[in-house]
Nanobody
Framework: QVQLVESEGGLVQPGGSLRLSCAASGSIFSVNVMGWYRQAPGQQRELVATISGGGSTNYVDSVKGRFTISRDNAKKTIYLQMNSLKPEDTAVYYC?????????WGRGTQVTVSS
């Protein structure tokens, strides 16, 4: 089994920054892809960023140049550094681990960007 625990999100002013972390436990393999997804009210969950075991990254166009995903395999933790936050970044952010047979999800953490 795999457990994913996201750090607390929060309320940030537009233009501000926030870093999320996701600590994994259980049968985690460093080669597997991990990532961040988000879901805004009334919207479908969307991919934000992914990172492979080798460090290759992928971002949704709307966050390119503002968000950075990283991982520390020794700590079984991934991070999402979010800069220049916009109100449209407001959502519940979920950590994801792509297992061999299924995806695993954290419970999610609320990020609100508002003045």
């Amino acid at each position: 089994q795999v457990q994913l625990v996201e750090s607390e999100g929060g309320l940030v002013q537009p233009g501000g920054s926030l870093r999320l972390s996701c600590a994994a436990s259980g049968s985690i393999f460093s080669v597997n892809v991990m990532g961040w997804y988000r879901q805004a009210p009334g919207q479908q969950r969307e991919l934000v960023a992914t990172i492979s075991g080798g460090g290759s990254t992928n971002y949704v166009d709307s966050v390119k140049g503002r968000f950075t995903i990283s991982r520390d395999n020794a700590k079984k933790t991934i991070y999402l550094q979010m800069n220049s936050l916009k109100p449209e970044d407001t959502a519940v952010y979920y950590c994801n681990y792509r297992g061999r047979l299924r995806d695993y999800w954290g419970r999610g953490t609320q990020v609100t960007v508002s003045s």
